[in-house]
C-alpha cells in the first residue's frame, strides 16, 4: 500500500503547479486521498471520531492552503468531516437503542410494569451521559452485560471474557473506519455521476426552437445539451468565445460534434445577441452560501445582459461545488490572476519596459483575471444534482452537506496545535 504521505505530498505539488483542472476532478482526486488517509489512518479505543477528524484536518488545512481559489478542495475536506461526524452519531445513537432494548428484554418477567419503564429510562439516561464524555462509545458498550454483548456463554471464565471484549472493541474500531469509508466511495460515486444526474432534468427545462446561450467550456453544460437533444429537443446555442482562453471554441465544436445546431459569438457580441434568447446556461467553478456565483471571467457580463432583458440566468453546478462560505469570508479566495502570455506576446511588447530609468518598471500592466463573481440577484436558477433550487434556498441546501464545526478547517486545525 502507498504511502500516505507520500500521496499528500504528490497531490500537493500537482494543486500548487496547477495541473488539475476543473473542480470535479480536483473534487474527485481529494476525496479519493481522503479516503486512503482515513483507510491507513490508526483508531484508538477512545475517541476514533475525534482522531479521524484531527487526522482529516491536517491533511485538509494543507490541501486548501495549496490552491485557495479551487474552493473544491475545502468542499471535499469538509464533506468527509461531515461523514465521520454522522457516522459517528449514528453508531452513538445505534448503542444507545440497543441498550433500551435491552433493559426493556431483561424486565419483561417483573411484575410491576412501572418498575419496567423506570429502569429502562435510567438505563437510557445513563447511556446518554455516558456518550457526552470520553470515551464515549466504548464507555457505554463495556457498561452492556456479557450475556448481550457475548451470545455463547465460555466456561474459560475471565480469560475468555477479557478476550470477547478485546475483540468486541477492535471491531468497533473497524466498524466506525468501514462506514466512514463506504460513505466517502458513495460521495466519490456522486462527483463521478454529477453530470448524469444534472442531464436528466434538461428535458424539463429546454424546450422546442428555443435559443440558448452559453459562455466557454463546461462538461456539465455539454452533457445538459446533449441529454436534450436526445430527448428530441430542436433548439439552437449561441456559444460566447470566453476570451482570452477561448474554451467556448471547444465546446462548439463538441456541440457540432453531437448534432446540435451551434453559433459562436464573440463576448463583446452578448448584449447585441441576448434579445434573440430565450435562456442562459451556464457552468459555475463554485456557489457560495449565499447564492452567489463563482464563474468563468466574463460571466458577469452574461448575467447582467440577461437580466437587461428579462431572460433567465441558469447555473448547472454539482454538488460538490456547493461551498459553506459566504463571498466576505477571509478563508474565501475569489479571484486568480492568471499568466499575461495569453493576452498578449511579450516579445511584440518589449519596447513597453522603461529601461531608461535604470528601475526597469514596466509602463505596460497586463491584468489577467480568471473568474468573475456574480451576486444572487442575477441568478434565475441553479439546477444540481439534487434538483432545481433558487438563490435563496441554497444556503439550506448547502447545511445538509456539512456541519457547523467544520467551516473554518483552517483556524479549527491551527488553534488545536
Known sequence: MPDTQALVNDFLNKLKKRKIEGSQATARQTAELLRSVISQQRVPYTNQAGALIDAVKAIGEQLIAANPVELAVGNIVRRVLHIIREEDLSLTTAAIGGLNLSAVSDDENDDDRDGDSTLSAAAVAAAARSTLRPPSLQTLLEDTPVSAAVPQTSSSGGDSEGKSKSADKSSRSRKLK?????????????????????????????????????????????????????????????????????????????????????????DSAVFAMISRVNMVIVGAHAVMANGGVIAPVGMNLVAL?????????????????????????????????????????????????????????????????????????????????????????????????????????????????
Open 178 to 266: 468501514h462506514d466512514v469509508i463506504e460513505a466517502v466511495n458513495e460521495l466519490i460515486q456522486d462527483i463521478v455521476t454529477c453530470h448524469e444526474q444534472i442531464a436528466e432534468q434538461a428535458v424539463e427545462h429546454i424546450h422546442q426552437n428555443e435559443v440558448i446561450l452559453t459562455l466557454g467550456s463546461s462538461r456539465t453544460v455539454l452533457e445538459f445539451l446533449f441529454a436534450a437533444k436526445e430527448k428530441k429537443r430542436s433548439f439552437r446555442v449561441f456559444v460566447a468565445e470566453g476570451a482570452p482562453r477561448y474554451q467556448g471554441h471547444l465546446l462548439a465544436k463538441e456541440l457540432v460534434a453531437r448534432g446540435l445546431q451551434t453559433t459562436l459569438i464573440t
Open 305 to 417: 445582459a440577461a437580466q437587461k432583458h428579462a431572460v433567465p440566468f441558469v447555473v448547472l453546478a454539482g454538488s460538490h461545488k456547493l461551498c459553506p462560505l459566504y463571498p466576505h469570508n477571509p478563508e474565501v479566495l475569489l479571484n486568480e490572476l492568471r499568466s499575461p502570455s495569453e493576452l498578449l506576446d511579450f516579445g511584440e511588447f518589449s519596447d513597453c519596459m522603461d529601461f531608461g530609468s535604470g528601475s526597469g518598471s514596466p509602463l505596460l500592466h497586463v491584468v489577467n483575471p480568471a473568474f468573475d463573481y456574480v451576486p444572487p440577484k442575477l441568478v434565475s436558477l441553479f439546477i444540481t444534482d439534487a434538483g432545481g433550487h433558487n438563490p435563496s434556498y441554497m444556503y439550506r441546501l448547502i447545511a445538509d452537506y456539512y456541519s457547523a464545526d467544520d467551516l473554518v478547517v483552517q483556524r479549527r486545525a491551527t488553534a488545536g496545535n
